[in-house]
């Protein structure tokens, strides 16, 4: 027995880190990938879309039948208002955006060569806000997620297609989001691939864990738990990716680090890079 | 002075005097539950060990599968210092445990440990 689980800790160790320390965003994106297809054999990259239903069949049928009725239909109704609202200047969103901002949230996040930043779908937006002299958005909740929601929902289909350019600062960018993404952290010393790499399917006491592959291409997310938490108006389910991160950072003790900072923009970057070829879906129901 | 620090330097004998300590109150004291059932609660506790997070232990609800279920543990752990070492710091046997290291990192506090220690064992 004891024999057996050193064994079983050892594979562990190989399982948790996929991905070998020096290699490119290519051939980590690969092996990334091909962790995913072996572990669940028939189920397809377009399925990670659907988070931990790709692998939860038990589940699946009672998360279907929500979305048939999808209870953040208004907040994406909202969501489309707020981005045609014109600013005090007369401009909108769409003047902010390629192609009017619709249709485009697979391209984000993306290495701006020009400032040498990651730019954020939730980042460009209040930059547009700015840009046009009105006030940046709370991030995470609310009117910005409702807005992000909506060009989200223009996407949805399309294949998230984040690229890592041949510019040193990029790649540091994704190195940075990678050594976080597998560092232990938190009093309860787990990383983000502990949980999401190393276990997706099993169960945490009664959650059964989702892949990370597939994470960003569903987000702004409306969760059960976030609705119940706020039932002021029609957008308190709604949580941006960032609001997530900092969710799962406090579950084992560690700090969160602030939503849109250097920290949460490369494992964005990280995640959805390493999630290319999955199609968005917007606004999906979760636990 | 001298003598009896340079007895307790011995760490079985800190243990002994620790065991002492914690297992005579529960003689005298009619309320307090034993050491067993303290880490019992401990382990099922979630803000303590919560360990059915990931193992099934005896009649603990909704246990996760993370971990190995618990059981036969005398047979699996001759050595009950063996045990103790994996909850202390799992990170020891598998720098890459799911296993939070309870003891390192000061999740739980000795005699937590120890008590969850005399529960599991049972088992």
């Known amino acids: 027995m004891k ?22 965003p290519e051939e980590d994106l690969k092996d ?39 209870p953040y239909d208004e907040a994406l109704i909202q969501g489309e208002q707020f981005f045609n609202e014109k600013f005090a200047n007369g401009k909108t969103y769409a003047d902010c955006f390629p192609n ?36 940046p958005l709370k991030w995470k ?25 041949d510019d040193p600062r990029a790649l540091e960018w994704y190195n940075k989001g ?30 059964t864990l989702s892949p990370a592959l597939g994470h960003p291409s569903h987000f702004p997310v409306w969760r059960m738990k976030w609705a119940a938490k706020d039932n002021s108006n029609d957008l308190g389910g709604l949580g941006t990716m960032h609001r997530r991160f900092g969710g799962c950072n406090k579950q084992v003790r560690a700090k969160p680090f602030p939503a849109q900072s250097d920290e949460y923009k490369a494992l964005e970057y990280f995640l959805t890079y390493m999630s290319n070829g999955v199609p968005v879906s917007a606004s999906r129901t979760r636990k | 002075m001298r003598k009896p620090l340079k007895i307790i330097t011995s760490a079985s004998a800190v243990a002994v005097i620790l065991g002492t300590f914690s297992i005579v109150p529960q003689v005298t004291v009619a309320a307090e539950p034993s ?6 609660e401990l382990s099922f506790n ?62 739980l506090s000795e005699q937590e440990i120890d008590k969850i220690v005399e529960y599991i064992y049972m088992l």
């Not at chain 1, 289909?157 to 690229?163: D, I, P, R, W």
């Not at chain 2, 050491?35 to 019992?40: L, P």
């Open chain 1, 3 to 24: 024999k057996l689980i050193a064994a079983a800790a050892a594979l562990a160790v190989v399982a948790g880190s996929p991905l070998v320390a020096q290699a490119s």
């Open chain 1, 32 to 70: 990334f990938q091909a962790h995913y297809m072996k572990r669940f054999p028939g189920v397809s990259v377009d399925d990670y879309t659907n988070g931990v239903y790709a692998v939860n069949a038990d589940a699946r049928s009672s998360w279907e039948s929500i979305e048939d009725f999808p």
């Open chain 1, 100 to 135: 009017g901002g619709i249709g485009i949230r697979q391209n984000y996040p993306y290495f701006d060569s020009e400032s040498g930043d990651i730019k954020t779908l939730e980042g460009e937006i209040n930059e547009c806000r700015e840009a046009n002299g009105e006030t």
């Open chain 1, 141 to 165: 909740v609310g009117k910005l997620a409702a807005i992000s929601a909506y060009m989200a929902s223009t996407s949805d289909g399309k294949k998230l297609n984040v690229e890592v350019p």
């Open chain 1, 178 to 207: 990678k050594e976080f993404y597998y560092s232990k952290r938190g009093q309860l010393n787990l990383s983000c691939a502990n949980c999401h790499v190393d276990n997706p399917g099993m169960r945490i006491r009664a959650d």
């Open chain 2, 35 to 40: 050491v067993a059932t303290q880490g019992k």
């Open chain 2, 46 to 107: 979630k803000k303590k060990g919560n360990c059915l997070a990931c193992h099934q232990i005896d009649d603990g609800d909704m246990p996760g599968n993370i971990g190995p279920p618990l059981f036969n543990m005398k047979e699996r752990f001759p050595d009950k210092t063996t045990l103790r070492a994996q909850i202390w710091d799992s990170n020891k046997n598998n720098p890459n445990s799911m296993m939070p290291p309870f003891g390192r990192h000061e999740i």
